[in-house]
């Protein structure tokens, strides 16, 4: 599977921008690509799409970890593009009345997606979070993790062991909790990045507009 990074508070690729918000392609094989979360704005979700060659035709999927303005920003631009989409939501979604697609999913409780990718189902009443099955173990997606990383993975281990947690990790700091994780992309609203990769540099991956992970 790879994760494209494609809107985040840094830049990996300098011709890419960057902005206080998290948008990333999820490609995995059997599957169509699935837009994790749209970015804080349309204008830098789609610049940086054409810039990585990411055609919004190709997505079939968008995948909303929560209701906040840094993370769903870009969605009616990109539906002006394609909005012959399957959107998934988590229940407590409330930014509903001018989004167009072909298919609104309400998520509460944890679903199947696609063949090897699920949701975690809505955690603590705000955020869903992406899970992939690959055949090294479980690869998680976050947007923030407020509902914090120990309750993602622990919904997350229902799949196999997790050997990848990639996104905004907040005000995460229970740094044992990852020890055990051969990868960790903390991206976006991160506060102590810097922390965890001194703890963790031999498996802590970089973010930023522009990162390609393939695992």
Known sequence: MKVTIISDNTVYLPELKKEWGFSCLVEVEGTAPI???????SSVLLYNMKKLNISPEIIESIFISHDHWDHTGGINGFTKYNSNTKLYIPESFSLLDEIKVNEIIRVKNAIKISENVYST???????????????????????????????????????????????????????????????????????YKEKIRELYKEKFISGGSGRKITI
Do not use: M, Y
Not at 149 to 170: C, D, F, N, S, T
């Open 35 to 41: 837009l994790f979360d749209t970015g804080a704005s």
């Open 121 to 191: 189902g809505e955690l603590g009443g705000i955020e869903q979070s992406l899970i992939v099955k690959s055949n090294d173990g479980v690869v998680v997606i976050a947007g923030c993790s407020h509902p914090g990383v120990r309750e993602i993975i622990r919904a997350a281990q229902k799949h196999g062991e997790v050997i990848a947690l990639i996104g905004g990790l907040h005000g995460f700091r229970d740094f044992d909790i990852v020890k055990n994780i051969k990868l960790i992309c903390a991206t976006h609203c991160t506060q």
